[in-house]
Nanobody, 111 residues
Framework: QVQLVESGGGLVQPGGSLRLSCAAS????????MGWYRQGPGKERELVAA???????NYADSVKARFTISRDNAKNMVYLQMNSLKPDDTAVYYC?????WGQGTQVTVSS
C-alpha cells in the first residue's frame, strides 16, 4: 500500500512562488510515474505535471515554463516548484502515484 502526504501549500500573491512536496511511503515509489494534479473551484481535476521513474517530465500547457516537477527516489519525495503564480492557479493540489492519491494541499493566489 502507498500513502502520499502533500505539504507546502498556502496563500501567495500573484507573481509569487511556492514549492509543494509529496512524501510517499511504500517501496513502489521508485518504480512508478508520479504526478501532480489540481482541482480549482468549480473545475474538474486536471493533470499539472508528471515525472517518470527515470525523470522524464510533461506539463500542462498552462504551467509550462512556470512549474517544475522533480523527484528524489532515495527519499521517496516528489516536488512541484511553482513560479510566477497566477490567480488561475488557485486550487487544491494533489499528489498521485500508483493509483493512490494524497489528501491535497490548498494553494491560493490572491492579492
Amino acid at each position: 500500500q502507498v500513502q502520499l502526504v502533500e505539504s507546502g501549500g498556502g496563500l501567495v500573491q500573484p507573481g509569487g512562488s511556492l514549492r509543494l512536496s509529496c512524501a510517499a511511503s511504500g517501496s513502489i515509489f521508485r518504480f512508478t510515474t508520479m504526478g501532480w494534479y489540481r482541482q480549482g473551484p468549480g473545475k474538474e481535476r486536471e493533470l499539472v505535471a508528471a515525472i517518470t521513474r527515470s525523470g522524464s517530465t510533461n506539463y500542462a500547457d498552462s504551467v509550462k515554463a512556470r512549474f517544475t516537477i522533480s523527484r528524489d527516489n532515495a527519499k521517496n519525495m516528489v516536488y512541484l516548484q511553482m513560479n510566477s503564480l497566477k490567480p488561475d492557479d488557485t486550487a487544491v493540489y494533489y499528489c498521485n502515484g500508483a493509483g493512490y492519491w494524497g489528501q491535497g494541499t490548498q494553494v491560493t493566489v490572491s492579492s
